[in-house]
């Protein structure tokens, strides 16, 4: 399980490497304009986030050495039929118009497998004793949280791109428009002063079912020093979904051009990232690690 952890890791270095590379590459050997997008990455992202996934959901209730097919097979039954399920119900909840979407679908199935294997051996350990925790290694707890915020990281990335829309709008003061269920009405654009900066600011108020979610505040900001002109979009955060409105250019008539954008689960991503960190660190503190040095040191090996 750590050779193909290893070899699937690799890959996708490799497979990121080459699609930022070698574009540039043959650029500077006149070999024409290459553009490495998502279809590329997707590609081979896909099927390589899935094999890790699965490798580690089974990795997790493998022995060292040798491991019985059978046991593998009895441990994993309940968390695989467990992610089936929701991978073919779960979709059509999160959709706003009750489709199936096969990207949610493969996405749910990931991280519910790989967090149904996790509780499933914490389980199996500490039992119904939760003080039965204190006694696991700080390795396997690591290991554990890292894991988890890998299957946090996967349903960030899964389901933004999934779930993801965006308008883009010619709006005038009063014009409304709905994304993903979210009402947006645009109220007007002012000119605000900042410290180094003058800017048109929009105001548009977000609702859903009749309650307010958040007045936001997008600017066209131009700096005075050196003359550029930057976009501030505006966002409204949460932990299930991230609101972007970003102000464009003024049209005639007095209207404005806007980007209305909502994605699902997007603060996810950095959530996982942060799990997986903290499950480094706290592996890395297992005492296992300092009495092997402090063995070497007392047999007079140079540390």
């Known amino acids: 399980m750590l050779l193909i952890n290893n070899v699937i890791l690799v890959s996708a270095m490799t497979m990121i490497l080459v699609g930022t590379l070698y574009p540039l590459i043959a650029d500077v050997l006149e070999l024409g304009k290459i553009s490495v997008g998502p279809p590329y990455f997707n590609f081979f992202f896909v099927p390589l986030t899935l094999g890790l996934v699965v490798a580690l959901g089974i990795a997790v209730f493998s022995k060292w050495k040798a491991t019985e097919s059978r046991l593998i097979l009895g441990k994993i039954s309940v968390p695989l039929l467990i992610a089936i399920i929701s991978a073919g119900v779960l979709p059509f909840y999160l959709a706003t118009d009750y489709s199936y979407s096969i990207t949610a679908g493969l996405t749910i199935f990931m991280t519910v497998w790989l967090v149904a294997t996790i509780v499933k051996d914490l389980i199996e350990k500490i039992g119904a004793n939760l003080k039965r925790i204190t006694k696991l290694s700080n390795s396997y707890l690591g290991m554990q949280l890292a894991h988890t915020g890998l299957a946090i990281c996967v349903l960030g990335v899964g389901l933004s791109s999934a779930y993801d829309q965006t308008r883009e709008l010619r709006m005038t003061s009063g014009d409304s428009a709905t994304v993903a269920a979210y009402q947006f009405t645009f109220s007007g654009v002012d000119q ?40 501030e979009a505006a966002i409204d955060p949460s932990i299930t979904r991230d609101i972007y409105v970003s102000l464009g250019e003024p049209l005639a008539d007095g209207a404005w051009a ?46």
């Not at 929009?202 to 066209?220: C, G, R, Y």
């Open 192 to 231: 605000v002063a900042g410290p180094n900066y003058t800017a048109f600011q929009a105001q548009v108020k977000v609702t859903k079912d009749s309650q307010l979610i958040a007045n936001l505040f997008p600017e066209k900001r131009h700096y005075n020093a050196g003359g550029q002109v930057m976009t």
């Open 258 to 303: 806007l980007s209305l954008q909502v994605k699902p689960f997007i603060r996810c991503i950095w959530l996982g990232g942060v799990m997986v960190a903290i499950g480094g660190l706290l592996a890395a503190t297992d005492r296992r690690y300092r009495r092997r040095k402090k063995m070497l040191s007392d047999n007079g090996v140079q540390l």
